[in-house]
């Protein structure tokens, strides 16, 4: 079986890098974090933890998060026994980081994005999961792994967040049982919902109320959208994190069947963050490259933000809403 397959190779692997996607979530870093624990403690070897991207500060809390290092520090020329990608749907989401993954002798890929293609040696996949810390606590269980109260609050962690606090339609039975057996162990859902969901400060209050109240309502309010420019962030001393909930605020709205934010980046070009309530949104951004889940996804775009909304408009209008 390749669940015992994954076993054996970090049995004999005597260097493993664990590696979380650009722009991270609570998903990816808590996966990151939870798959350093469990290999922690079940094999009694420290990973090193590679974050391609700025670590948000709310989520700086999960244990051991301080371990993992920028790319920038790494020597790129290392090779690695093993690399493990976790909640990465594709393998330009850890951008230069692709280096190190390209080096290893081994490669595991654990995902639960279904447009990802299995670009690994070893690859766990589950697009019906919530994350992939969820995918992640499945196979620690069936390899009756010991999951302790460390490895539990980072999994944890990436199972609240990736279903909007137990909100979206990817909130099962079986992440729910997790969940439940994690509380077993001694999370307190409190306070994890304070620190992932109650950590705003007044900056990102004020821009996000900017954002909705400048927002553009389309095609008798079914299609929402607003924009995010630098200037904006750097009037209100925010950083990137300060959009996290925004497209779904905007989804919110009775009318709303399909919302997106474009937000300028600093290099140049145009993040956008999509939801809907019915269409998938995930083959919407698949035409510019990006992907994710049917009702929530995104890409990145190489042009600027109004040839950006241009070009997504033109794409969610293909559909019937």
């Known amino acids: 079986m390749e669940v015992e397959q994954l076993n054996d190779i970090i049995k004999s692997s005597k260097n493993i890098l664990i590696t979380s996607h650009v722009n991270p979530d609570g998903d990816t870093l808590g996966s990151m974090c939870g798959m350093y624990s469990l290999i922690k403690e079940n094999f009694k070897k420290r990973c090193d933890m590679l974050a391609v991207s700025k670590i948000p500060e709310k989520y700086k809390f999960i244990p051991n998060i301080k371990i ?44 639960h994005h279904k447009t990802n293609i299995g670009y690994a040696d070893l690859n766990f996949v589950e697009g019906d999961a919530s994350s992939a810390s969820e995918v992640i606590y499945s196979i620690a269980k069936k390899l009756n792994w010991t999951i302790n109260l460390e490895s539990a609050t980072c999994l944890y962690v990436g199972i609240l967040t990736d279903t909007g606090s137990f909100r979206f339609n990817n909130t099962t039975p079986r992440a729910m049982q997790f969940a439940a057996e994690m509380i077993e162990l001694g999370i307190l859902p409190n306070e994890m919902f304070r620190h992932c969901y109650e950590t705003y400060t007044k900056g990102m209050a004020l821009c996000q109320a900017y954002c909705v109240e400048k927002a553009v309502f389309l095609d008798n309010d079914q299609i929402v959208y607003t924009t995010v420019y630098k200037k904006d962030m750097e009037k209100y001393n925010v950083e990137d994190e300060f959009a996290e909930g925004l497209t779904e605020r905007l989804r919110a709205m009775i009318t709303t069947k399909v919302a997106f934010v474009a937000k300028e980046m600093k290099n140049g070009g145009c993040k956008i963050s999509m939801r809907s309530k019915s269409i998938d949104v995930s083959e919407i951004c698949g035409v510019f490259g990006g992907g994710g889940h049917k009702l929530a996804a995104g890409c990145t775009m190489k042009c600027n933000i109004d040839e950006s909304v241009k070009k997504i408009l033109q794409e969610i209008r293909k559909y019937k809403l």
């Open 68 to 111: 993992a290092k920028h790319i920038d520090e790494f020597d790129k020329s290392r090779e690695y026994d093993l690399v493990i990608n976790v909640d990465v749907a594709a393998i330009d989401r850890i951008c230069d980081g692709k280096i190190l993954f390209e080096k290893a002798k081994k490669t595991v890929n654990i995902d």
